[in-house]
Structures are given as C-alpha cells and as structure tokens.
C-alpha cells in the first residue's frame, strides 16, 4: 500500500473519552475497564479527530486503492475497547485494523503496521512515536469536526522542527533573528536536514504524483512559517532537493498563523510551537508536534 496514506489514532483522538480518560486517571485501569464493559452499547460522541478522519476514509473509492487507511491504536485491552469498534460500526466508518496492547506502549508497532502518520492525544504516546521515526501529533480539542462532505484535505505543515530539522531553530533560540537570517543567507544552497514530518510529505507527495491534475488531487499542502527573506531561499531549494510536491508556501516572518490557515482552509496543522498551535486551534484541527529542543 505505497500509494495509500496510513493513519495510526488513539481512541482519545477519534472519540470523546475525556470522562472516561478521568476515571483512568483517578480510580485505574481496573475501573476504567468495568466502565467500558458496562457502557459498551452506548454510542461514543465524536472526538477532536473524527471529522478528519471521517473526510479522509471518504475519499476513498470502492475497488480503487485506497487513498487512506485509518488503524485504531490504543494501549487499551480488548474488553474496554469493544464499545469503541460498536461505535466504529455506529458512524460506518470503515476502519478494519487495530493494535490493542493492554497498557504497553503503541510505538514499536507503528512501523510494524507500516502508519505514516500517528494522531493521539497523549504526549507520552507522541513522542515515543517520533523517536520511533513516525510522524505524530498530539490533537488539541476543538468542538467543529464536521468534515464529512469535503472533497480534498488540506494540511498544513510548519517548517523548522517539523518538516526540517531543528538545525536552524537552534540558531534563533541561541543567537537571536539576525544570527539566523545570516546563517541561513550563508547555507541558501544547502538542503536542510529531514525534520519528523519530511517521511509523511513524501508520502503525500507520492499520492499527489497519481493525480496529474492539481485541482482534483485528493491532497492538498501547503508550508506555513515564520521565516520570510533571506531565511526563504533555503528552505525552497531543500524541498527541491528533495523531490516533493507543496502546493502553497506561506512565509509569514513571525506574524499570525490562523488567519493564512483559515483562508488556505487546513483541515489540520502541525507545528511545534505551543504558542501557534493554542492559536490555530481557534479555527482549525491543530497537532502539536513536540520537540527535544533546548535553549542554552
């Protein structure tokens, strides 16, 4: 399935288990499982995820290949999560796979089930995902996931730390912004490294490449940064280097992401910062994708 975009989500990502979540959190395992047992006929509400992937397991075609495929993964056990496949079957959506793993950790089967892509919202989870070399986010709630009749998802991607490595955003934090316009003026013609993200735009990009058409692709991107000239140059000859597809390239030199979003219309976002996720998150699906990154 080289050509299918494979999406690994927790279950606190697809469906509204925060109540639940808190019963884990305050009483244990033992009584969140008897919770879900005895519940497990009743309808779960959808969760900050669920319209995105609703949108995206639409757009596939019976017997074509699939431009997506979503797996449930879940630190679950069985038993709990028989109320979450009930309500898969409610919404019809057609998810067929799933990693339950009674508490252990998700992230050595992401690779195993060949996921490009891992939404959750557990911190702990994401960042075991991306030291496994998966892209992943954490969620951040927001009520509007009514997605279901759109006909191509739009994501957007930050630049350092995300789709690039963190090379450059350690020369901001150290030395400040002219320190790191000199530097990035100086190494224009050198591709920046592949940040966590640079796997799942290939991936994209691939899709892209089956539709010669830019308008009827069922993908759409687009880069969103803070950089803006001279920190510009390098950033369009690596993603040269690298052979990809972005459809819009956004340099915003430090002002207000939400308002390029909501008019590029992203179904969802991922960028590293707190500060620009918290803000996009007021009118689009945002993931924070957290970074190792250290001020010194």
Sequence with gaps: ??????????????????????????????????????????????????GLIESLLRLNTPGDTPVAEVIIMSQNSADAALRIFNSV?????????????????????????????YLSADETDVRQALEAGVAAGIILNREDNNLATIEQIRIAFDGDCVLFSDE???????????????????????????????????????????????????????????????????????????????????????????????AFGAHIFFDDSVENTAQAANVVLSARVPSYLKVV
């Design 89 to 117: 079957d409610y919404y019809g959506l057609d998810i067929k796979r799933a990693a339950l793993t009674t508490g252990r950790s998700i992230a050595p089967y992401l690779l195993a089930y060949g996921v490009d892509l």
């Design 168 to 262: 450059a955003e350690r020369i901001y934090q150290t030395e400040g912004i002219e320190a790191f316009g000199s530097y990035e003026k100086a190494n224009a013609t050198v591709p920046l490294a592949r940040g966590p993200f640079a796997n799942l735009l290939s991936t994209i990009s691939t899709i892209q490449g089956l539709y010669p058409d830019a308008d009827v692709t069922p993908i759409r991107t687009a880069l969103v940064t803070a950089r803006m000239a001279p920190a510009h140059e390098r950033v369009i000859r690596t993603l040269r280097s690298w052979n990809v597809r972005i459809d819009e390239m956004h340099f915003l030199g430090g002002r207000d992401k939400a308002r390029v979003l909501k």
């Design 1 to 50: 399935m080289d050509n299918t975009l494979t999406i690994g989500i927790s279950t606190r990502a697809l469906f509204d288990l925060e109540a639940e979540h808190e019963i884990f959190m305050r009483d244990g395992a033992g009584a969140y499982v008897d919770y879900q047992i005895h519940h497990e006929d009743e309808v779960l509400r959808p969760g900050p995820a669920f």
